[in-house]
């Protein structure tokens, strides 16, 4: 299935776009999401680290990713 | 209403913001206000950029407030957030606390502002005379 991941801060950069469409097999967990995005863009293992949400919430790596989720990649926050 | 989070484009009103938590039974309220350093680490910022993930930072701002009401006998607390450039010396972010006594005042606005740089998703990047960076996001 397709998803859409939403970028913030460094990851707009790394993506050169504030979104990006992946191509990731059904009933995926977001730690697999995360190995399909640092295949595609070697630059996010070189973050200090990062987190991704769905659906708004910080996602654990065994959290399933389903079609419609807004799932979105949290660079290291840094707000305040 | 004890709570009040927003995500603001325009500049912060500090007197505003306290006088919204300021109710008859507090003794006191305590207030935190972020500002714009000019220098990191020896290098003279020029400005910063402020970027948010607004519903999922409004989300992450009300859980740190339901946390506090569990945690801290508090009567009203405010979270205020700027998005955007900012200039040295502007306000990125103003917490005011009303509590019937200081304690609570002062451990409550010292745990908001700290969870806040931890958890809630807004990014600020630095420009400086010769380069720019997003702040923490490499080691």
């Known amino acids: 299935m397709k998803v859409t991941v939403l970028a913030f801060g460094i990851a707009k950069d790394i993506f050169g776009a504030s979104s990006v469409e992946v191509e990731i097999p059904g009933d995926t967990t977001a730690a697999r999401l995360k190995a399909v995005l640092e295949q595609n863009y070697p630059r996010l293992s070189k973050l200090a680290s990062y987190m991704l949400a769905v659906n708004n919430e910080y996602a654990g790596d065994d959290m399933h990713i389903k079609t419609g989720d807004e799932i979105a990649l949290i660079p290291p926050v840094s707000g305040g | ?139």
């Not at chain 2, 007197?15 to 507090?26: H, K, L, T, Y």
């Not at chain 2, 508090?74 to 450039?85: A, P, Q």
């Not at chain 2, 200039?87 to 002062?106: L, N, T, Y």
Request: contains cysteine.
């Open chain 2, 1 to 139: 209403m004890k709570t009040n989070i927003q995500l603001l484009t325009e500049p912060l009103n500090v007197q505003a913001c306290v006088d919204w938590v300021i109710s008859p039974g507090c003794g006191g309220i305590d207030v935190f206000i972020g500002t714009v350093r000019n220098q990191t680490k020896g290098r003279t910022v020029v400005k910063l950029d402020f970027e948010a993930y607004k519903p999922m930072a409004i989300s992450e701002m009300n859980k740190i407030t339901e946390q506090v009401f569990e945690q801290f006998p508090v009567e009203k607390v405010l979270i205020h957030h700027r998005t955007g450039t900012l200039q040295i010396g502007d306000i990125p972010v103003i917490i005011a606390v009303a509590a019937a006594h200081r304690d609570a005042a002062f451990s409550a606005c010292r745990y908001i502002i700290d969870t806040l740089k931890q958890t809630v998703p807004i990014w600020k990047k630095e420009y400086f005379e010769d380069g720019e960076v997003w702040v923490g996001a490499t080691p």
